[in-house]
Every structure is written in structure tokens, then in C-alpha cells.
């Protein structure tokens, strides 16, 4: 959840967890995967958890400390909106590993006998082991925190480690702070990262099943159809003059017949996926039907014998006769078809492939892996050899390749932007431990920020912060070892990775709003480089209260030094220069309070205004327009991003431009089919905004030839967009040749228009 928002406190009210609760229930009770019905139960209790918490005070939500007895550093166990279960994510029985480390080590299996014996010196001996060989992985940050304690210790910092031990201490018998030894060093994300393990993608696999619609046609092919087959054969072997017969013709035919039907029962028995055979108004069971009442001695009525000769003659018909040659063309592809194997086959195949790679990390070639199959893997799993590896299971194997960022997004691995965000972590966790010059401290710091983003964020009330992860208690021990020189290579480093990565995210998703958990990445790097300019979460509608932090403030002045005079202003009627008085003035009255302002009420002020919602009473429409003016203000990271960390996307602002109309068209195409066109809508506007962002970086002739082309690109999508955007082509044009629009965001009576995604009304686009 945003933590720049004051709540409303209603947002605390329980019956969002009760609603969640009672979908696991559901969910728990009657879905058909016994997997998903596992994790639902989980779910119940951990809901059940919140609930009860919350009834006996052991749980308040909306405080950076939710649970009673735990500081903030303590990792939380959080659910889907922010609600803490009450249970640490380190806390919970032993794992494996604290179970494997008490028996070698000689000590009870507890975790206070873990944590004491680690500061004698066989237990210091062992982390040292561990820091040299970098051969252990961090699960949750608390798993850092000893792995930290023998830092300090061997490099002769006693006080610190000492500091350290008395409030780590406290928690020794509920938190899991012993680090997980492991086969390998840990990554090095300076340059590779990967979107999933080996592990990951053969668990992936595993749980592939065969696909019911696939494998019913395989039976229907391989075995009814040819069953069929032999049934209208039989059946046209008692024809005279172009007609089947009533009665069975001689006692061979009469044996025949009763050894097809006895094949039948046997096929139904072990074949069945397929059941069109089982229906009395289908060809074949119509041909069976008839044939079971001939054995049984019943003489077939009129309307039967009618139905009988109908379906033979329309499978002769569709089909050809049996054993003709179109006949038989056709059994021959099918058959071949049948016999292509499944993906559900293929997916095992490549299990066996992965099987042999390290388990815990990407894979950095993975085109040896996605080849047809060879002919002594047709030997051992009875696949035919040459066979094509599909594209479904190539993707799953390909969401394990390890390589630069770049490549991955080039590559359609990192497809959205909030996939993108997943993935940064990685790089930013090594760029941050670059402040600190020990090499085994850094590998420590880089663990340690990596379990750090895995931390899922807390529903926050009157703007309270996440935690960050310079306040964990082992970071803080150690933050003397970072480098503190401004210029210093750390710090052009952050610069250097925030620049690649903004320009990266920009230049791929030119239409797409940066995500939240991408910006908090942004925001960590930023303090590291002392940008000066802070980045902004997208806040939520339904639990903002009309207040926002002073760094909007500073990010719309930020805006304002990149953007003054520019189409952008002009567009969205932004007066930055009294932005910048705002920014001044509201400076002034913290240096005269002597501390920072909490809130900035001018900022807040203007957004509602601009919104027209200063009299309007509390809605989650009137504030997504509220919040929708203060991503306008600070063009959402784009200025800073363009202004203050200098990124320069390829191949140029202009093309950017074209891509982001792009994705407007394209969002505008659905928005009279969308369940949602609301949504459709706001994500249009977003796109729009960033198009106008991109245009308002370009040359006079770039932006000349872009307005020039909007209608040949219009075109190339259906012609309700074409209607839909009309409004908001007409209001940027005018814009562009100087004119403006009037107080409601309409000009030329209304046949121009702002366009905007949030409105308390019906949308103009609808």
C-alpha cells in the first residue's frame, strides 16, 4: 500500500479481512485442484489470525508496528492489503537448516541455543566460514543479522557488535536469525538477472497437467473414429441398393457384430475422455444403438431404422466410404495428428533437460535446452525423435534465462513493467552494497536487500513511512562502512545504475505508468547518488484522505525546472512558477517551525482545485481525480527521471512519443468491450500523459511530424477510435498552435477536449 497517503479509517475496518477470509473459505471448500485448496486453508487460518489480532488488540493496522511486542524492523507476515497476520515471517518452527545446524553444533534445537552458541568462537568460526565462502542464502533480512555480528567482531568492532547483540537478543527465541548455508556463492546481479530459478520453471513444469481438450480430441482420433470406422463398414455390408437392412444377414455377420459390441464396452471401459459416443443422437451412437437391439433380437422400428440409414449416409457423405482413398487420406493425417505427442509429454522431457543444471540460479544459455528432441532421448522416453519443443514450454524455460536486464525485456521476457519491477531488485541490491568496500560485508549487504524487497508493504495510516532498510539494526551496525565521499564511486555507481535502468523502463514501457515497487527502487538509488529529487508512489483512490507528503511537492518542482514553457504546461494549464513560489514559501515555514513538515497542505490544496473537488464529500472517484492532478504536477517521475538523473532513451523522445499514441489506440479500442472501460480509460489518460510528456521533449520538427501523422496512425486501428479520441486530438492540436482550453478542459464548445482518465461523472469517451 502507498506511504504517502493519510488512510481513511475506514480502512482499518475489518470487513475487508472477513471478506478475504470468506473467499479462501470458498475457495478452500470447493475448488477441484487440491493444491489450490491447500493454500486456500492457509489462507483461512492467517485471515483468521488478522481477525483476532485485531478483536484483542494484539494487532493495529495502519502502524508501521503492527504487532504488539515486535519493533519495525521485525518482518511481519503480511497478506493481500497490507493487513499483518500477527506472526513474524522469520518466527514459526525451525527450518531444516536450524534443525541440521543444532545437531552439528551439539546444542538443543532451539533458536536462543543457535543464536548463543554463534557467539562463541566455534560458532563465530562457522560464520566466518560462511562470510569467506559466500555459500549461504537470506531468506528473510533477519537471517543477516549474526552473518553481520561476525563481521564486526573479526574486523574488531566489539562495541557495534556488542550494540547489536543486546537488541537482537530480546527476540533470540522467536526470530530466525542464523543464515542458510548453501552449495554455492550467492548471485552476482551486477550485470545478469533472471526472472525465475531452474527450480522455479521445473516447478512450473511439474504442475502442468494435459490439457482435457487436447487429449479428448487425441481419443477421438486415435480410437473412436476408427472404431466408427468399423462400425459403418459392418453395418454397410448388409446394404442393398444403396440402404442398410433391418435384420442381420447371416449368423457370421451376427458374430461379428456381437464381437464389435463386446470391443465397444472394452474401449468405453478404458477410454474416457471422449463421451460423444455415449449419445444416442450422435452418428455413432446412433450405429451402435441399432446394432445392440439387432443382437439382442429386437427388430428395429421404423423411426430407428430411418435414424439407422440417415447417419450412414451422411458419414459416407462427409467421410467417403471406408478403405476409399480420400478415406483413408484422411484417417492418415488424422493419425498422424493423434500421434503427435502432448505438451503434457514434452513437459516431462524437459524436466529430465533441467534436471541436470543448478537448481538455485538463472541459466545463461538456454538454446542447447529448447532443441527437438534427439534420438536417444526418443530411445528413453518413446518420444519420436526431431520433435519441436512448442513455444509454450520454450517460454516457461526462457523465464529462466539469466542475462542483462536489456536483453531479457528485448527478448519478451520482461513483458510489462511490473515484471520489470520484479527484477530490479537484483541489480539494485548489488548496486547499493558497492558502498561498502569489504568485499564480504558487501555480499552480506547484497543478501540482506534482496530478502528486504521480498518484504511485502504494510497498510499505512497518517502518512507513516515503510520501513527502510537502513533502519534493520545490522545495517545501522555497519553504516560507518559505507562510503561517504559524495562523487565516490558508489555514488556514480547508483547514479550510473538508476540512469540504465530509468532509461531501460522508459524506453521499453513508454505508455505504462512506472510501477510502485519499480519507483521504490528508483527512490533507494536516488537517496544513495543524493539526487536531491525524490521519486512518488502512485497513490490509492479508495483509502486516500486528501493529503500528500512535501516530496510532491518537491517532485512537481523538479517538474517545473525541466517542463516551464513547454507544451506540457500549456496542455494541462500548469503554472509552474507559482509552483515554485508554493515549494519556496512552504520551505520557508518548516525553517521557522525548525523541523519538517509532515504534510504539504498547499500541494494538496492545488491538486483539489485543479480537480474541482474542494467542496465535493469523500469519494473514491473524487480522489483518483485528486491524484490524478498530482501525477500532472510531477509528470510521475518522467521529469525527474529526464531533468535530474539525465536519461536519454533510444532511439529518441519522438519515438517514445509514437508508441505511447500507440498504446492510447490501442486501450481506446477496447473500451466498449472492457468489463471495466472505467479503468480502460484511466490507463488511456496515463498513456496520453506520457505521450505529452515525450512530445514536449522533442524538437519544433519532431512535434511537426508527429501531429502531422496522428491520423494515419488513428487509422490503422478501428474507426471507433478514431471517434472516441476525436475530442482529445482536436484539444491537442489546439494546444500545439497556441491556443488554450477554458476552466472545464474544453474549447471550440466542447468539440475539443483535455483528455483526462477520472471523472465523477459519465466520461466523455463513454
Known amino acids: ?6 488512510q481513511q479509517p475506514l480502512a482499518a475496518n475489518p470487513s475487508y ?5 470468506a473467499a479462501a473459505f470458498v475457495t478452500a471448500l470447493t475448488h477441484q485442484d487440491a493444491d489450490t485448496r491447500h493454500r486456500a486453508e492457509l489462507r483461512v487460518r492467517r485471515w483468521r489470525e488478522v481477525l483476532a489480532g485485531m478483536a484483542y488488540g494484539r494487532i493495529t493496522v495502519g502502524s508501521r508496528t503492527p504487532v504488539a511486542g515486535f519493533p519495525s524492523w521485525v518482518t511481519p507476515q503480511v497478506l ?12 514459526g518452527p525451525l527450518q531444516a537448516h536450524e534443525t541440521d545446524a543444532a545437531r552439528d553444533f551439539g546444542v538443543p534445537a532451539e533458536r536462543r541455543a543457535l543464536f548463543a552458541h554463534c557467539l562463541t ?3 563465530l568460526a562457522w560464520l566466518w566460514g560462511l562470510l569467506d565462502s559466500g555459500a549461504y542464502e537470506v531468506g528473510v533480512p533477519e537471517e543477516a543479522a549474526l552473518l553481520t555480528v561476525a563481521w564486526l567482531v573479526r574486523h574488531g568492532e566489539h562495541g557495534a557488535a556488542l550494540d547489536l547483540v543486546r537488541e537482537l537478543e530480546p527476540f533470540a527465541d522467536r526470530l530466525r536469525f542464523l543464515p542458510r548455508p548453501a552449495g554455492r556463492p550467492g548471485p552476482d546481479a551486477d550485470a545478469f538477472v533472471h526472472r525465475r530459478t531452474v527450480a522455479q520453471s521445473v516447478d512450473t513444469l511439474v504442475r502442468r497437467r494435459p490439457a482435457p481438450a487436447v487429449e479428448t480430441q487425441r481419443e477421438a482420433l486415435a480410437v473412436w473414429q476408427p472404431f466408427g470406422d468399423e462400425l459403418l463398414a459392418h453395418w454397410l455390408s448388409t446394404a442393398r441398393d444403396g440402404e442398410v437392412l433391418a435384420l442381420a444377414p447371416d449368423a457370421g455377420w451376427r458374430a461379428r457384430s456381437e464381437a464389435l459390441l463386446d470391443r465397444y464396452r472394452e474401449l468405453a471401459e478404458r477410454h474416457t475422455l471422449c463421451t460423444k459416443h455415449r449419445k444416442p443422437k450422435e452418428n455413432l451412437g446412433i450405429l451402435r444403438g441399432a446394432l445392440e437391439e439387432v443382437v439382442a433380437g429386437r427388430p428395429l422400428t421404423p423411426r430407428r431404422l430411418g435414424l439407422l440409414r440417415h447417419a450412414v449416409r451422411s458419414m459416407v457423405r462427409r467421410r467417403g466410404l471406408p ?8 484417417r492418415r493425417r488424422q493419425a498422424d495428428q493423434a500421434a503427435l505427442p502432448s505438451h503434457h509429454a514434452l513437459a516431462q522431457l524437459m524436466i529430465r533437460r533441467l534436471a541436470v543444471l543448478p537448481q538455485d540460479t538463472g541459466i545463461t544459455d538456454v538454446a542447447p535446452l529448447l532443441g527437438p528432441v534427439t534420438a536417444q532421448e526418443g530411445e528413453d522416453t518413446g518420444l519420436p525423435a526431431g520433435t519441436v519443443v512448442p513455444a509454450a514450454i520454450g517460454r516457461t524455460v526462457e523465464a529462466s534465462l539469466s542475462a542483462p536486464l536489456a536483453t531479457l525485456v528485448e527478448r519478451g521476457v520482461v513483458p510489462s513493467a511490473e515484471v520489470m519491477a520484479e527484477l530490479v531488485p537484483q541489480l539494485v541490491a548489488a548496486a547499493t552494497a558497492h558502498a561498502y568496500e569489504d568485499e564480504t560485508l558487501r555480499a552480506v549487504m547484497a543478501a540482506n536487500y534482496r530478502a528486504f524487497r521480498r518484504r511485502r508493504s504494510l497498510l499505512l495510516l497518517n502518512l507513516e513511512q515503510q520501513v527502510r ?16 565521499v559524495p562523487g565516490a564511486s558508489d555514488d556514480a555507481g547508483a547514479l550510473s545504475v538508476l540512469r540504465q535502468l530509468g532509461e531501460l523502463a522508459v524506453q521499453a514501457f513508454p505508455g505504462t505508468l512506472l510501477p510502485n ?9 536516488g537517496r544513495q547518488c543524493d539526487l536531491g529529487v525524490p521519486f512518488v508512489e502512485e497513490l490509492a483512490a479508495d483509502i486516500f484522505m486528501g493529503t500528500f507528503s512535501p516530496k510532491f511537492l518537491k517532485a512537481a518542482r523538479a517538474a517545473g525546472d525541466l517542463l516551464a514553457g513547454s507544451l506540457y504546461e500549456r496542455y494541462y494549464g500548469i503554472d509552474y512558477a507559482a509552483i515554485r513560489n508554493l515549494a519556496i514559501a512552504e520551505a520557508g515555514e518548516a525553517l521557522t517551525r525548525g523541523h519538517a513538515a509532515r504534510s504539504s497542505p498547499g500541494f494538496a490544496r492545488l491538486c483539489a482545485e485543479r480537480a474541482g473537488s474542494v467542496t465535493q464529500r469523500w469519494s473514491t472517484a473524487a480522489n483518483g481525480k485528486v491524484i490524478e492532478q498530482a501525477q500532472i504536477l510531477t509528470t510521475h517521475n518522467l521529469a525527474t527521471l529526464a531533468g535530474r538523473v539525465g536519461i536519454a532513451p533510444q532511439p529518441g523522445w519522438a519515438d517514445l512519443a509514437h508508441r505511447s499514441f500507440v498504446t492510447v489506440c490501442r486501450l481506446v479500442t477496447r473500451v466498449g468491450s472492457d468489463r471495466w472501460p472505467l479503468r480502460t480509460i484511466k490507463d488511456a489518460a496515463y498513456a496520453w500523459r506520457q505521450m505529452i510528456f515525450h512530445l514536449s521533449l522533442c524538437t519544433e520538427a519532431e512535434r511537426r511530424r508527429f501531429l502531422a501523422g496522428m491520423a494515419a496512425e488513428t487509422a490503422r486501428h478501428p474507426a471507433v477510435v478514431a471517434t472516441r479520441l476525436g475530442p482529445a486530438l482536436a484539444g491537442l492540436v489546439l494546444v500545439a498552435e497556441g491556443g488554450a482550453f477554458g476552466p472545464d478542459g474544453t474549447a471550440d464548445g466542447g468539440r475539443a477536449r483535455r483528455l483526462v482518465g477520472w471523472t465523477t461523472e459519465r466520461h466523455w469517451m463513454r
Not at 479481512?17 to 477470509?21: D, K, Q, V
Not at 493481500?80 to 518466527?91: K, M, P, V
Open 17 to 21: 479481512a472477513e471478506g478475504r477470509l
Open 323 to 330: 478403405g476409399s482413398d480420400a478415406h483413408q487420406e484422411l
Open 517 to 525: 515497487p519499480l519507483v521504490r527502487e528508483f527512490g533507494v538509488l
Open 469 to 484: 532498510v537502513e533502519e534493520l539494526p545490522w545495517v545501522r551496525a555497519v553504516s560507518g562502512r559505507r562510503s561517504a
Open 1 to 6: 500500500m502507498n506511504d504517502n497517503a493519510e
Open 121 to 123: 568462537e566455534p560458532g
Open 80 to 91: 493481500r492489503g497490507g493487513f499483518a497476520t500477527g506472526s513474524a515471517s522469520a518466527g
